[in-house]
Structure formats: structure tokens, C-alpha cells
């Protein structure tokens, strides 16, 4: 099991730019997660899909990020146009589908926006 | 509104001494309580988790944690720390809903420190 696939493990953009984050899930996981984790805010749920259905984007700052799930084993989330303060690692992570199962989390991405 | 408070922002203990991190919970339901560590550079990985029954859990790298309701506490605890055992732990909270994780709470995190 190769765990939770992320990439690019870092991208340096320029404010206005477009940036694209990939998440491969774990095979079988029907849940699939997108944090973000900034010093000022910890770690922030950003949206969750299950079944590729997006469930609750109730953390979504803004009409600047937008995230797709096209199919069971792959993901991204958008942010589009990139500010500064978008700056921060975001996680991945996915889960199967009995109720207690934990969350696996892939390496994350770092992001910065100039 | 629920949240997960980790008083201590950054403890330092020496190699082979015991640890006790601190967590405490507000949560209107019965909570369910989880501990992750994140190593440098890494995502978060799970340490152990209490949904019900007995209060003492235990989990993985020889840690353990004790739920307390009537102080509203999940406390980490490890006899003797390790050197590998620097890193940033995390305190969470999830409920009913869907699943015990799908909106998990997190606290701002402990970063350990170990010295020789």
C-alpha cells in the first residue's frame, strides 16, 4: 500500500497565478479529505468527498478554491487566482467507509504564493 | 461550539523520562478523542483513539491516553521517551455524523522536543 499520494510535494507561485494540488487516495478508501495547515489557523478542514461526491465544502474560503474528485483515485484542489495568504501546507487524506476508521494523511503540499 | 485546546505549545523532556501531554475538549455530545504525531516534512499519522467503553486506551510507540470526562480531558502519556519521539502531536475531536472523522476538530498542536 503506497498510502496517499500528493503532489507537488512544493509549489512557488506568483499571486494571480493558477495552482492545481493532486491527492491519489488509498485504493478502496471511499472518503477523501483536503485540510490546510497554516501557523495562524492549524489545521483547517477544507471539504470532504465520499464516493467522489463532494459532502460538505463548508470550509472552503472562498470562490477561489474549488476541488474535484473525477474518480475513485484521484483528486485536486484549485485555487484560482493564488494570493499570499494562501500560503500553507495542504494535507490529503482518505478513509474507508466503516464509521471508525482513522484518517490517512499523505505528505502534504507546500505552497507559496509571492 | 466544539473545540480542542493544547496548552502547551512546545515542551522539551530528556531522553528516557516520562511525558504527559495535555488535551482538553468542548464538545456537546460524547466525544470521540484522538491523538495524531506529525514527524518533519510528513502528514499526521495516528497515534490512538477512544470512542467508548474502557477510559485507558493504548496505542501505538508505546503511548497511551486517558479520557476523563468530568475534566474534559485526553491526555498523552509515555513512560520513557525516545529520541525518535521528537515531533508535533495533535489533539482531535470528531462525532457522530457520518462517521467519527469526517470533521474532525484539531488542536494547535505540542511540538516535543527530547534531549540527550
Known amino acids: 500500500d503506497a498510502g496517499v499520494i500528493q503532489s507537488p510535494r512544493h509549489e512557488v507561485t506568483e499571486m494571480g497565478q493558477e495552482v492545481t494540488l493532486r491527492c491519489k487516495p488509498i485504493s478502496g478508501h471511499d472518503y477523501l479529505f483536503w485540510y490546510r495547515q497554516t501557523m495562524m489557523r492549524g489545521l483547517e478542514l477544507l471539504i470532504y468527498?465520499?464516493?467522489?461526491?463532494?459532502?460538505?465544502d463548508s470550509g472552503m474560503p472562498e470562490d477561489r478554491f474549488s476541488a474535484k474528485m473525477p474518480n475513485a483515485s484521484f483528486s485536486t484542489l484549485k485555487i484560482q487566482p493564488s494570493e499570499p495568504r494562501d500560503s500553507a501546507v495542504y494535507f490529503c487524506a482518505s478513509r474507508n467507509r466503516d464509521y471508525n476508521s482513522p484518517l490517512h494523511f499523505g505528505n502534504g503540499t507546500r505552497l507559496t504564493v509571492t | 461550539a466544539q473545540s480542542v485546546t493544547q496548552p502547551d505549545i512546545h515542551i522539551t523532556v530528556s531522553e528516557g523520562a516520562s511525558l504527559e501531554l495535555r488535551c482538553n475538549y468542548s464538545?456537546?455530545?460524547?466525544?470521540?478523542l484522538f491523538w495524531y504525531v506529525q514527524s518533519p516534512g510528513q502528514g499526521l499519522q495516528l497515534l490512538l483513539k477512544?470512542?467508548?467503553?474502557?477510559?485507558l486506551v493504548q496505542g501505538i510507540k508505546g503511548f497511551e491516553a486517558e479520557f476523563k470526562r468530568s475534566q474534559s480531558s485526553f491526555n498523552l502519556r509515555k513512560p520513557s521517551v525516545h529520541w525518535s519521539d521528537a515531533a508535533e502531536y495533535f489533539c482531535?475531536?470528531?462525532?457522530?455524523?457520518?462517521?467519527?472523522?469526517?470533521?474532525?476538530?484539531f488542536g494547535t498542536g505540542t511540538l516535543l522536543a527530547v534531549q540527550p
Open positions: 482531535a475531536v470528531g462525532g457522530p455524523g457520518g462517521g467519527a472523522t469526517n470533521k474532525l476538530i
Open positions: 477512544y470512542f467508548s467503553g474502557d477510559t
Open positions: 464538545y456537546g455530545a460524547t466525544p470521540y
Open positions: 468527498f465520499n464516493n467522489n461526491v463532494p459532502i460538505d
